[in-house]
C-alpha cells in the first residue's frame, strides 16, 4: 500500500493532479493543492481498489487521510463524498461537527442526505478524539476507563496502540499494566 508520494506537480485536473515521481505520473483525487505546475508537492495517500478501477486520493496532512478513511468506512459514504466532506470543513471543525452532532452542516454538503449525515454521526461520535499529535485516536471503553481512572491523555495515547484482550475487562487490565511499567 502507497502511503504517500512525493514528487513534482505536473498537471491540475478539475478532481485531481497529476505529480511525477521518478519519471511515473501518478493520478491523485484532491480537493485542496495550492501548488503550481512544477512546484515539489506531498501528498498522504489513501488507495481505493474496485474490480475495475485503482485509484488514489491525496491529502496534505495524515490527520485528513485518517479522517477520509475513517469517514469511507461509514456505510453511504464513499470516496468522492468523503473529500466533499473533507474540503467542506477543517479537521477540528468537523471533528466538532462530528460531535456536536451538527447534521445541517453535513447535509448541506452536495451529496449528503439526512439518512447519511445520522449514519456518520452515528458511527464516528465518540470515536474521535484529537489526541496530542493531532490524528484521530479510537475513544473507546479503555480510554474512557482510564480516564475515569484519573489518567492523563498523554498516559492513555501511550499505551492504547498497545492494549491487547477480547473483553472489555481484558482490555483495561492490560492497560493498567502497560502504565504501571511505563511509570
Known amino acids: 500500500m502507497i502511503a504517500f508520494l512525493e514528487g513534482?506537480?505536473?498537471?491540475?485536473?478539475?478532481?485531481?493532479?497529476i505529480i511525477n515521481v521518478a519519471g511515473i505520473g501518478?493520478?491523485?483525487?484532491t480537493t485542496r493543492v495550492a501548488a503550481e505546475v512544477g512546484d515539489k508537492?506531498?501528498?498522504y495517500v489513501s488507495e481505493v481498489i474496485r474490480e475495475d478501477k485503482h485509484d488514489l486520493y491525496g491529502f496534505l496532512t495524515r490527520d485528513e487521510k485518517d479522517l477520509f478513511v475513517l469517514l469511507?468506512?461509514?456505510?453511504?459514504?464513499?470516496?468522492?463524498?468523503g473529500q466533499k466532506i473533507l474540503a467542506a470543513a477543517s479537521s477540528d471543525s468537523l471533528r466538532k461537527h462530528i460531535q456536536t452532532g451538527d447534521l445541517d452542516f453535513f447535509t448541506?454538503?452536495?451529496?449528503?442526505?439526512?439518512?447519511?449525515?445520522?449514519?456518520?454521526?452515528?458511527?464516528?461520535?465518540?470515536?474521535?478524539?484529537?489526541?496530542?499529535?493531532?490524528s484521530p485516536m479510537v475513544r473507546?471503553?479503555?480510554?474512557?476507563?482510564?480516564?475515569?481512572?484519573?489518567?492523563t491523555?498523554?498516559?492513555?495515547?501511550?499505551?492504547?496502540?498497545?492494549?491487547?484482550?477480547e473483553?472489555?475487562?481484558?482490555?483495561?487490565?492490560?492497560?493498567?499494566?502497560?502504565i504501571g511499567k511505563h511509570r
Open 8 to 17: 513534482i506537480l505536473a498537471e491540475h485536473e478539475s478532481d485531481a493532479v
Open 26 to 29: 501518478y493520478r491523485i483525487f
Open 41 to 43: 508537492v506531498k501528498f
Open 72 to 81: 469511507t468506512d461509514v456505510q453511504g459514504v464513499g470516496p468522492k463524498i
Open 108 to 134: 448541506s454538503i452536495s451529496g449528503v442526505g439526512k439518512k447519511t449525515a445520522q449514519k456518520i454521526i452515528l458511527d464516528l461520535k465518540g470515536v474521535l478524539v484529537g489526541d496530542t499529535a493531532g
Open 140 to 151: 473507546d471503553d479503555v480510554t474512557d476507563a482510564l480516564e475515569n481512572l484519573g489518567y
Open 153 to 165: 491523555k498523554d498516559d492513555i495515547a501511550a499505551v492504547l496502540p498497545h492494549v491487547i484482550g
Open 167 to 178: 473483553t472489555s475487562a481484558e482490555r483495561v487490565k492490560s492497560a493498567l499494566q502497560m
